[in-house]
């Protein structure tokens, strides 16, 4: 199954939509068919993603949180429950969020236009996901 982040003109930036429905489509992946062996996450375009877009962030508090209701919206919480690896297939910005992302998968594959960066700091930000 592959499964791609797809706002390649925003670089893949994610905001509280994509956050909802790439946890809904991970939490109702069917794996009672025996050909689904992996998970392959990767993004559209140049980059495989460049963080939160931080013209409509998803709510940090949200997306930290351990309820049950918080956890059922959280990407990283639903790619942890999977009963298959996560293959991040990684090309160009891989950063903040996104960095975080990668790092939730169990198998990283960069090319050599990948990046990554972790600018929490820059921007005043915590860690949501690890």
Same mark, same amino acid.
């Given at each position: 199954?592959?499964?791609?982040?797809?706002?390649?003109?925003?670089? %893949?930036?994610?905001?509280? &939509?994509?956050?909802? =429905?790439?946890?809904?489509?991970?939490? /109702?992946?069917?794996?009672?068919?025996?050909?689904?062996? #992996?998970?392959?996450?990767?993004? &559209?375009?140049?980059?495989?993603?460049?963080?939160?877009?931080? #013209? %409509?962030?998803? /709510?940090p508090l949200t997306q930290s949180?351990?309820?049950? &209701?918080?956890? #059922?919206? %959280?990407?990283?919480?639903?790619?942890?429950?999977?009963?298959?690896?996560?293959?991040?297939?990684?090309?160009?910005?891989?950063?903040?969020?996104? $960095? &975080?992302?990668? =790092?939730?998968?169990?198998?990283?594959?960069?090319?050599?236009?990948?990046? $990554?960066?972790?600018?929490?700091?820059?921007?005043? =930000?915590?860690?949501?996901?690890?």
């Open positions: 199954i592959v499964l791609s982040l797809n706002r390649p003109d925003r670089l %893949n930036c994610f905001n509280t &939509e994509v956050c909802i =429905l790439l946890s809904k489509l991970l939490r /109702n992946l069917d794996f009672d068919d025996d050909n689904v062996v #992996a998970v392959i996450l990767t993004g &559209e375009g140049s980059s495989f993603c460049a963080g939160a877009d931080l #013209a %409509n962030p998803p /709510n949180s351990d309820l049950p &209701e918080d956890l #059922a919206m %959280n990407p990283v919480y639903q790619m942890s429950t999977l009963k298959v690896p996560v293959i991040g297939a990684i090309q160009g910005h891989c950063v903040t969020g996104g $960095f &975080e992302l990668a =790092l939730a998968c169990d198998i990283l594959v960069g090319d050599s236009t990948t990046k $990554f960066r972790d600018t929490h700091v820059k921007f005043g =930000l915590a860690p949501c996901w690890g």
